[in-house]
Every structure is written in C-alpha cells, then in structure tokens.
C-alpha cells in the first residue's frame, strides 16, 4: 500500500509538470502586441525610405526628359535657325519631337513649362534665339547645382533684355522665377 500511494504521487507529480509544460508553451499576449509594435515601426522606417526613392527616381526622370527636349529644340534650331515659339502642336516641332513628355507624377506636358525668347521687342517669331525650359522636383538633390536660376518673368525678362516670342513688349505671359528663394526646386535651363 505504502509503494501504492508513492506510485500515485509520482504519477500526479509527471503530470502535474507535463500540465506546467503545455501551459508554459504559448506566447503571451503582451509579447505578441510587442512583436507586432515593432514590425510596425520598422515597415514605417522602411516605407518612408521607400517613398523617399521613389522621389528621386521621379526627379531624374525629369531631368531626363528635359534632356530629351533639349536635344530636339537643338536639332530644330540648327535645321531652322530659331527656337520654335511653341513646342505643344507645332508640326515643325514635332519632326524632331513627336510627343513632348509629361510630368512623371502629375501627368503635365512639359510644353507649358517653356518659354520661346528673342532679343527683339517686336511681335516677330521669327527671332527665336534663346528659351528656358524647367521642371519642379520634389526634393532637393545634385542637379539642382546646375540650375540656370532664370527669371523669366515680365519683370525677369525685362531686367535681361530678353522678350517672349510672339507677344507684345511688357506683356511676357508665363515665365517662372526660377531664382526666387520660394522656386529653389525648380530645375531650370538655357541653349
């Protein structure tokens, strides 16, 4: 009888540490919400990074296409001796250029981020020698230490002695102060 009770105890003592074992094998819910706060602070790290290249990407894409429409405008002023006033729908252009590319985030043609100038006051097209071209980046990096910083606003023009093509004087319509402290993204050129 005496080896029968300390049988029984041994076996409640087994299972008493084999109920211990099962209970001790999970996670506790304050360690699973831990886990789960810091994957999500690492994801934020992550995506925030993430949105940061894409940014950029989106930027030099943007110089890459005011390259592209550089070297059309330079193939169309050597054939023709002159900028084209317009580079949106105009037929000469559109030999050298077929489709003027677009703002890589907001789908904008580049065609109304560019402007046709001429040494002369008159309202004549055909003295086209000059243009600026830009884009605006979304954030600041390299190739904005090539920035031309033009003004070609009414006020800009006039100070330069340079004219919209195909308007009257004083009247320049459009143009960006690409020197203005409050335009220091945007990515401006010049021939």
């Known amino acids: ?6 049988k029984s105890i041994i076996k409640y003592e087994n299972r008493s540490k084999r109920m211990r074992t099962k209970l001790v094998c999970g996670f506790t819910l304050i ?5 789960i706060g810091i994957m999500a602070v690492l994801t934020a790290i992550v995506y ?3 949105d940061t290249s894409k940014a950029q990407s989106r930027d030099q894409q943007r110089v ?14 050597n054939k023709n ?12 252009f559109t030999k050298y250029l077929s489709d003027v590319p677009r703002d890589p985030k907001t789908g904008e043609s580049y ?23 830009w884009a605006k980046f979304e954030i600041n990096n390299s190739y904005l230490n090539s920035k031309k910083s033009f003004d070609s606003t009414s006020g800009g023009l006039s100070s330069t002695k340079y004219f919209k093509c195909g308007t009257n004087i004083g009247n320049p319509n459009g143009g960006i102060d690409a020197s203005a402290s409050e335009n220091n993204l945007i990515y401006d050129v010049m021939p």
């Open 64 to 77: 890459s296409d005011i390259s592209v429409i550089q070297l059309a405008l330079e193939q169309f002023f």
């Open 31 to 35: 360690e699973i919400i831990v886990v």
């Open 111 to 133: 065609s109304s981020n560019y402007l046709a100038l001429s040494k002369a006051s008159s309202d004549n097209a055909k003295k086209c020698i000059s243009y600026h071209l």
């Open 1 to 6: 009888m005496v080896i029968d009770s300390i």
């Open 48 to 50: 925030s990074s993430f």
């Open 81 to 92: 001796g002159v900028y084209p006033v317009s580079i949106n729908n105009n037929t000469d």
